[in-house]
C-alpha cells in the first residue's frame, strides 16, 4: 500500500530527477515538463513577510539565508523527511554524497550555489536548489521557497526586478497542481498583500490556496485578525493559519526552535482572541495540514502523472528511432554506418526501378512513347525527295553510269538515311540519364536514414551522379554502334530483290527502259524508305535493349561500387567527417535522450511505490 511517506517521496525523487536532467518547468516548449506535472507546494510572499521563518519554523531549524533585499534569488525545493530516529541531517541534490548536520553550514551551502548560478549581483535565476531535510521533528512534506515579491528595485538591482520575481512566482503558481502557501503578515491590510493579490488571479475560488497569517503578536493593542483567520475578510476553500514567529531578538539570542515552537503553542493557547482556534493555529499545525493535503492531492494525480509518463516514453522513444541513435568514433563502426546507409539508399533506389516505388515507370515511356515519336518525326520525306534520290544517284554513278541497280546511290541514300537515327538513339540515352539522376535524388530524399548526414547526402549522390555520366557514355556508344553496324552491312535479301523488281516493270534489257526516267528514282527512293522503316523497326526494339543494359542495369548493379573502393581507403578522421550530423538535429537527439532518460527514471521510481486501491 502507498502510504504518506512514499507517495511524498516519490514526487520529491522525480523532483530531483526533473531537476538533474533540465527539467525544472518554465518555458521550455520542445517537450512537455513532468515536473509542472507534479503536485507541489509553492511558498509565496512579500520581502518581510516571515516567509522565511515560518519555513525554519516547519523545519524546526535555522538553516535559511538572512539579510536585507531579495534574500532567496533562486528557487529552493525544500524536501522534508521524518526518520524515526537519530541525529538531523540534511543533503543537497548538487553534493550527493555530502551529509551536513551543521545548519550553518547550509546556509552557507545555499548561499554558495545560489552565488554559483547568479554571481553575487542581486539577480535572480529559475533553476532550483534541491534540499533534502531527514528529522524525527517534521512531517513528510515538500515546499517550494520562492524569491519575495518586491515593489521597487533597489541598489544593485535591474529595473526589471519587480516584474522578473513575479514571472517567476508566476510560472510557479498557475500551474493547477501547485498548492500555494500564501503568506501576508497581520500587522498588514490583507488587502495590500502580494501574496493574496497573485493567489487570487491564478487561483480565483481559492481552492488550491493556503493562507497564513505571521506576525500576529506584533499586531497593534486592541486589534485582531480574526476576521481573516476565519473567513470573513477573505474566504479560501482551505483554512487560514495563524502563525507567531520568533521575534529578530530572539534570533540575535539564537533561541532555538524548540523553545520557539513552545512559546508559539503558548501564545495560542493563552490568547483571549485566539484560544478557541489554537489547536489550527501554528506551524506544527500548518506543517500536518499541508503534509495530508499534498498526499491527498498527490494520490489523486498518480493516475494522470502514470499516464504522462508512459505516452512521453512511447513519444520519445519513436523521436529517438527517428532521428537515429548516436554515431560510435571507431573507424570500423563508422565504415560499417557509412556502408548500411549506403544500402538503405540502394535498396530504396532499386525499389524506384523495379516498380515498389514510383519512377520506373518513365523509363518505360521513353521507350514507348519517346524514342517512338522522335523516329516518325525525322526527315526521311526531305531526304529521299525526288529531287535528292536524283542528285545523290547521279553523283554516286560519277563518270560510269550505272547498268542496272544503282548500287552506290542506294548506299548513300540509305547511309545518309540512318545517320538520322544517331539523334533519337542519343536522346533516349540522355532521357533515361535524366531519369535516373531524378530517381538518385528522390531516393537519398526518402531513405530517412540517410536525414541526419548532409556530407554523406552530397557524398552518394556526387558518386551516383558521376557513376551514371559513365553509364551514360558506355550507353550513348553502345546505341551509336547499333546504328553504325546498320549502315555497315546492309542486309543482302534487299539487294536481292531489286532486280525481280526491275522485271516486273518490264524486260530490263529491251532498249526502251530509261533508267533516268522519274518512276525509276521514285521507285529506288521507294525501295530506300521499305529499308529505312525495316531498320527503324529494329532499332525500336534494340535501343532500348542497349540502354537498359548499359544504363539501368549497371545502375542497379553497380551504382555505388566505386564509392565504395574509395570510402575503404578512407582514415577515421575522413570518415567522421561524412557522418558529420546537422548540429540542430544532434541537439535535439541529445535533448530527447535526456528527457527520455528522465521520463524512465520517473517510470522506475512509480514502480518501485507498491500500490493498492
Same mark, same amino acid.
Given at each position: ?98 551529509? /551536513? ?113 505571521? *506576525? ?160 516518325? *518525326?525525322?526527315? /526521311? ?55 535516373? *539522376? ?124 566505386? /564509392? ?50
Amino acid at each position: 500500500m502507498a502510504t504518506m511517506e512514499s507517495l511524498i517521496g516519490l514526487v520529491n525523487r522525480i523532483q530531483r530527477a526533473c531537476t538533474a536532467l533540465g527539467d525544472y518547468g518554465g518555458g521550455d516548449t520542445a517537450f512537455s515538463s513532468l515536473w509542472d506535472a507534479l503536485p507541489s507546494v509553492a511558498v509565496v510572499g512579500g520581502q518581510s513577510s516571515g516567509k522565511s521563518s515560518v519555513l525554519e519554523s516547519i523545519v524546526g531549524r535555522d538553516f535559511l539565508p538572512r539579510g536585507s533585499g531579495i534574500v532567496t534569488r533562486r528557487p529552493l525545493v525544500l524536501q522534508l523527511y521524518k526518520i524515526d530516529e537519530g541525529q538531523d541531517y540534511a543533503e543537497f541534490s548538487h553534493l550527493p554524497r555530502r551529509r /551536513f548536520t551543521d545548519f550553518a553550514m547550509v546556509r552557507q551551502e545555499i548561499q554558495d550555489e545560489t552565488d554559483r548560478v547568479t554571481g553575487k549581483t542581486k539577480q535572480i535565476a529559475p533553476i532550483p536548489i534541491h534540499l533534502s531535510i531527514y528529522s524525527p521533528k517534521v512531517v513528510n512534506l515538500t515546499l517550494i521557497d520562492l524569491p519575495g515579491l518586491t515593489k521597487v528595485a533597489v541598489d544593485g538591482q535591474p529595473e526589471s526586478i519587480v516584474h522578473d520575481i513575479e514571472n517567476m512566482v508566476r510560472s510557479y503558481v498557475e500551474k493547477p497542481n501547485c498548492i500555494i502557501l500564501a503568506i501576508s503578515p497581520a500587522n498588514q491590510d490583507i488587502a495590500t498583500s502580494d501574496a493574496i493579490r497573485i493567489a487570487r488571479e491564478v487561483d480565483p475560488t481559492g481552492e488550491r490556496t493556503f493562507g497564513v497569517l505571521t *506576525k500576529l503578536d506584533l499586531m497593534d493593542k486592541g486589534t485582531d485578525a480574526l476576521d481573516v483567520l476565519e473567513g470573513r475578510s477573505y474566504r479560501l476553500q482551505q483554512p487560514w493559519v495563524g502563525i507567531v514567529n520568533r521575534s529578530q531578538a530572539d534570533i540575535n539570542k539564537n533561541v532555538d526552535m524548540v523553545a520557539a515552537r513552545r512559546k508559539e503553542r503558548e501564545y495560542f493557547a493563552t490568547s483571549p482572541d485566539y484560544g478557541h482556534l489554537a489547536s489550527k493555529m501554528g506551524s506544527e499545525y500548518l506543517a500536518k495540514l499541508l503534509s495530508k493535503h499534498l498526499e491527498s492531492v498527490i494520490r489523486a494525480r498518480i493516475p494522470s502523472i502514470i499516464s504522462l509518463i508512459n505516452k512521453n516514453i512511447d513519444e520519445l522513444e519513436s523521436e529517438m528511432d527517428h532521428l537515429g541513435r548516436p554515431i560510435a568514433v571507431d573507424a570500423g563502426a563508422q565504415l560499417y554506418t557509412i556502408l548500411e546507409l549506403c544500402r538503405a539508399f540502394d535498396r530504396i533506389f532499386k525499389e524506384h526501378l523495379d516498380g515498389g516505388r514510383s519512377g520506373g515507370d518513365r523509363i518505360y515511356g521513353v521507350f514507348d512513347n519517346q524514342l517512338p515519336a522522335a523516329l516518325r *518525326k525525322l526527315p /526521311f520525306d526531305r531526304h529521299l525527295s525526288l529531287q535528292n534520290v536524283k542528285k545523290i544517284v547521279s553523283e554516286a554513278d560519277g563518270y560510269q553510269p550505272h547498268l542496272i541497280a544503282p548500287e552506290q546511290g542506294y548506299r548513300r541514300l540509305i547511309e545518309g538515311a540512318l545517320n538520322y537515327f544517331r539523334g533519337p538513339a542519343e536522346a533516349s540515352v540522355d532521357a533515361v540519364h535524366f531519369v535516373l *539522376k531524378e530517381l538518385v535524388r528522390k531516393s537519398i530524399g526518402e531513405t530517412q536514414e540517410l536525414r541526419r548526414f548532409p556530407t554523406l547526402q552530397a557524398e552518394i549522390a556526387a558518386a551516383a551522379g558521376q557513376a551514371l555520366e559513365r553509364f551514360r557514355e558506355d550507353s550513348k556508344k553502345t546505341v551509336i554502334r547499333l546504328v553504325d553496324m546498320e549502315s555497315s552491312y546492309l542486309t543482302v535479301d534487299f539487294f536481292r530483290k531489286l532486280p525481280q523488281e526491275v522485271e516486273k516493270g518490264g524486260n530490263p534489257a529491251a532498249p526502251t527502259v530509261d533508267r533516268y526516267a522519274e518512276g525509276h528514282f521514285r521507285r529506288i527512293g521507294s525501295n530506300v524508305s521499305s529499308y529505312v522503316a525495316m531498320v527503324s523497326e529494329t532499332l525500336k526494339t534494340t535501343i532500348p535493349k542497349a540502354v537498359v543494359y548499359c544504363q539501368v542495369r549497371e545502375a542497379k548493379q553497380s551504382l555505388l561500387n566505386h /564509392f565504395y573502393s574509395q570510402i575503404g581507403k578512407k582514415e577515421g578522421k575522413q570518415l567522421a567527417q561524412l557522418l558529420d550530423e546537422d548540429p540542430a538535429l544532434m541537439e535535439r537527439r541529445q535533448q530527447c535522450a535526456k528527457r527520455l532518460e528522465l521520463y524512465k527514471a520517473a517510470r522506475d521510481e512509480v514502480d518501485s511505490v507498491s500500490w493498492t486501491r
